[in-house]
């Protein structure tokens, strides 16, 4: 199986290839079980409704344990529930893996993993199966601010995805889920406590590491379920934590070129880079981490691109450009090019009023960023018109 950045199949090789599994032994798979702290059980009445049913099933690890899958589509490994969870009683709801409607072979689910302390609720991890749209712009607001938010870094060695401490989402194989046009990538995505929730770099660490080995693996477990051949592999090595740094007028966000007018070089002069080159997207935040007041993305992944194709054909009013076209509708301004990799977005999106009241730091930036990150990705020069204010 065939994967690369655009997550469509046709690029660099980053799964393995392996032959159909045997059916699985039984007996190792109930002794893996017994073992281990998060041991999975559900009572025989609940086994034939999950059968029966809708395919929704829930573990108890206080019940007898029965031999069973692994949390989430047979996926996490007992290690990786340890890193998450710690020694915890923990309960999964599961939700079965179902196919989307049309000839492709999207699927969507949902899996939720509680852990207790006595009777309180400590920590909960919530996995997402699911195609991104762009036909009716529905993933094209709420999905981009928690999982293209500055804290997220490319996952690397050429898995089409990012994470962070709290959030992480990875791409599936175009060649394996199919994609129609308008749509984005299928994808796994993890939330785990608030978007943005920060702590000390060292737990931020180790969470964003557990974090994204058990997006890894729910990702394989799904491929099993697509009848899909291959793995992914969990990266070695994960980019240095997002951190916020002083910014130059003449280099906003780190980009070259990009001026910060000057009315704002002191309200706007600290702000968080993440994503990076060689990345889905690049994203600077200003403000907040949980709550920023100003977001400029650059989104180069081809197929991640299309959730924004509903908003930069029929959000507001029209923004022109040598090599495409966009929209601007108040505190957002999108504009889409043609590229040499295929399209590419540029987003500055305006969350709160600047001091002066004001919302119009979209109609004054997208110019100077579009021009700014096309030089520096390889796209430009790209110079673009807007509408009479």
Not at 379 to 388: F, H, N, Q, R, S
């Amino acid at each position: 199986m065939d994967t690369n950045g655009n997550g469509n199949g046709d690029g660099a090789t980053v799964a393995e290839e392996r032959a159909p599994e045997p059916v699985p032994d039984r007996v190792p798979a109930l002794r893996r079980l017994l073992r281990s702290r998060t041991a999975r059980a559900v009572t025989a009445a609940g086994l034939a409704g999950a059968l029966l049913g809708a395919g929704a099933v829930a573990w108890r690890t206080d019940t007898l344990p029965l031999a069973g899958p692994a949390p989430c589509w047979d996926s996490l490994a007992d290690a990786t529930m340890s890193d998450l969870f710690g020694d915890r009683r923990t309960e999964v709801e599961e939700q079965s893996l179902q196919a989307g409607p049309g000839d492709w072979k999207a699927m969507y689910g949902q899996c939720r993993i509680t852990s207790y302390k006595d009777d309180a609720a400590r920590r909960q991890v919530t996995l997402r199966v699911h195609q991104l749209d762009g036909l009716r712009g529905t993933d094209a607001h709420e999905w981009p601010r928690e999982y293209l938010a500055a804290g997220l870094v490319p996952l690397g060695d050429g898995l089409p995805g990012m994470t962070s401490a709290s959030r992480a989402w990875l791409a599936l194989p175009q060649s394996c889920t199919g994609r129609d046009e308008f749509t984005g990538p299928t994808v796994v995505d993890i939330a785990m406590g608030p978007a943005g929730l920060e702590g000390s770099a060292e737990y931020d660490r180790e969470d964003r590491a557990a974090l994204t080995r058990a997006l890894v693996e729910a990702t394989n477990g799904v491929i099993r379920e697509f009848g899909c051949s291959g793995t992914y592999r969990t990266p070695h090595d994960l980019p240095s934590l997002v951190t916020e740094q002083d910014t130059r007028a003449d280099a906003f966000c780190s980009v070259k070129g990009l001026t910060l007018p000057a009315a704002y070089r002191e309200e706007l002069a600290r702000t968080r880079v993440g994503g990076g080159d060689g990345g889905p997207a690049r994203v600077c935040e200003v403000g907040d981490a949980s709550s920023p007041s100003l977001r400029m993305t650059t989104v180069t992944d081809a197929a991640l691109s299309e959730i924004f194709h509903r908003d930069v054909l029929k959000s507001g009013l029209p923004v022109k450009g040598p090599k495409g076209y966009g929209k601007l509708n108040g505190g957002r301004a999108l504009y889409r090019a043609s590229c040499q990799t295929g399209h590419v977005v540029f987003m500055v999106e305006q969350f709160e009023r600047t001091d002066d009241g004001g919302f119009g730091l979209t109609r004054e930036l997208l110019p100077g960023y579009v021009a700014a990150e096309a030089e520096r990705i390889g796209c430009g020069p790209e110079k673009v018109t807007l509408p009479d204010s």
